[in-house]
């Protein structure tokens, strides 16, 4: 299977569009549709109508098809150092890392654009993307990208980015929030692991397909996942026999 059409079906997943969904859309079959996908047999203004129903265009799809395989996964302890000390600098790649210009950052932050740009050239001289002719900022990371795991960046920042998300109440900011604790087996534990491993990878999935719409039609989203065996305190205090 192309990556074109692996990616195709990538989208059609994550947007929770089924083959029956799109044959409505595009006046064909399902089972046609099926055909198309398994085939491989996408004539270019066929794909383009596909595209089309699923709101991306044929240059984006094929943006990520190529994917980002040849792009880092991960920054450099250095480049995270160099991130770690300065938070504004950190603030702006991040935004760059989510695909917002410079006119964006300008019109929606107290920042001047000889000061953006300066942070961008900062960013460039790092290594994490390239500030090209007319200020266009292409950023050199995959998309799924991953902060290490007790780096600079999450030991400088982790608890309070951490603290911050967790302390309103959910319901009242747009979200929500749901505890619980049961007795599982194993074999329940790791697949609950594995699910929400998944969730987690699609929470990046869902970001590389949104990046190509305007900043001002995104938002930042916090996702918390975590399990893990635990004692309720409830229980921890009950006198235990001795064995």
Aim: proline share 3%; with cysteine; net charge positive.
């Amino acid at each position: 299977m192309s990556p074109l059409i692996s990616t195709l079906k990538r989208v059609l997943k994550t947007r929770g569009v089924t083959y029956a969904d799109l044959a409505g859309k595009i006046a064909l079959s399902e089972a046609s549709v099926k055909r198309l996908f398994s085939q491989g047999t996408f004539t270019l203004e066929r794909l383009e109508q596909v595209c089309a129903a699923l709101d991306i265009d044929v240059f984006e799809l094929a943006k990520l098809a190529r994917g980002e395989h040849s792009k880092a996964e991960q920054l450099s302890v250095k480049q995270e150092q160099a991130l770690a000390k300065d938070r504004v600098l950190l603030g702006v790649f991040y935004l760059a890392y989510n695909g917002w210009q410079i006119d964006d950052i300008v019109a929606q932050y107290d920042l001047t654009r000889p000061q953006v740009f300066s942070m961008l050239r900062k960013l460039d001289t790092i290594g994490v993307l390239d500030l090209l002719a007319g200020d266009v900022v292409r950023v050199k990371l995959a998309r799924n990208l991953r902060l290490r795991r007790r780096g600079p960046i999450e030991t400088a920042y982790g608890r309070a980015v951490v603290g911050e998300f967790l302390s309103p109440e959910f319901d009242r900011v747009g979200g929500a929030f749901r505890f619980e604790f049961r007795e599982l087996s194993t074999a329940s534990f790791a697949v609950l692991r594995r699910k929400l491993e998944r969730v987690a990878d699609e929470v990046h999935e869902l970001a590389e397909l949104d990046s190509m719409l305007p900043s001002s039609e995104r938002q930042t989203v916090g996702v918390a996942v975590g399990i893990r065996p635990w004692k309720v305190s409830m229980v921890s205090g009950l006198p235990e026999k001795k064995r």
